[in-house]
């Protein structure tokens, strides 16, 4: 997969082309790529994607923008699975954002991009003000020469399927429906970096997951699947929180116990997968309190593991 940095990049031949911010590439962005894939193979041009960088709901509003399902890599991985041949990653500044409809299909779609065919979620408006829609670019389609199509709405058991819908799940700590909406479980991915040590006193020792973002979608314990270097599908319990039980203010800290495993997980990089959240976390009054809890947490991982088989066939895919 080739990825360019802003439009102006090196595009040398027609595509067939979406846009979107494609956060957590969900299983309507599966489905919306499924169908650029085909029609790129139909036409023998390369499937091509424009996102921006950052989300346009980032620049405009950063203190209320919600929080990432994933990260810029994660995210390139994901597209590149899902057979996309080159990404173009638009930097989104004040100079993008006053381009008005007409301009933004002259210069970004047709010059820039040069768009032969668009496939393009039923919702999507761009342009100054997100004046521009459908019917904008069909009518400069038929003008400069490229083909627009719009795709219905991508429903799992009747819900809509869509960033904000697996925000919402994680964020109310239904992980297994996230999981449905997503088509995979839910992952964090980062490097172990070293924490205060407190873990291998109390028996369990944690592995520190490095997070760029200060901000995730979802928080508490977790029943969880990790991967990366020695470890593959391992079980673990998971973490995400501030730690009240050692101090107040503390950052917020993603952090992983591994069953059944002892050794050095420093450096490594490690792939978390959330399956199930099992309970919020707690202020305990002593840290011989906060152990049994972990030690608690550890058997209802165990229980959950044991009576979810189905969790397996998912591994195999996705592991
Ligand atoms: C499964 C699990 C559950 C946890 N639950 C809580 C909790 O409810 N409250 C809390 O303050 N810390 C909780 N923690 C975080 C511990 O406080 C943390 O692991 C400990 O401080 C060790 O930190 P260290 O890695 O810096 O040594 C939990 C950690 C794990 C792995
Ligand atoms: N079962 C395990 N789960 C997670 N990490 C483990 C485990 N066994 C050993 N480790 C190692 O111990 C480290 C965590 O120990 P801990 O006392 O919590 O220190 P820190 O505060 O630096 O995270 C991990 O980064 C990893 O290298």
Redesign the pocket.
Known sequence: MRIFRGIRAHISEPCVLTIGNFDGVHLGHKALLARVRAKAAELGLPATVLCFEPHPREYFAPDTAPPRLCSMWRKLALLQAAGVDQICVQPFNADFADLDADTFIRQVLVEGMQVRHLMIGDDFRFGRGRNGDFEALQEAGARYGFSVEAMGTEEVAGERVSSSAVREALQAGQIEHATRLLGEPFVVEGWVQH??????T?G???A?IRMRQQTLPLSG?FAVTVDGGPLKHAVG???I??????AEGLAL?V???ILDYSGDLYGERLSVRFWHKL?D????DSLDA?KA??GK??DDVRAWFATHPEYLSLREQHG
């Open positions: 924490g205060d040590k407190i873990g291998r109390i369990f020792p944690t520190n314990i319990a998971a973490s929180g501030y730690r009240p039980t050692i800290r952090e992983v116990f309970r976390e707690k202020k305990y906060l809890a972990i947490d550890c």
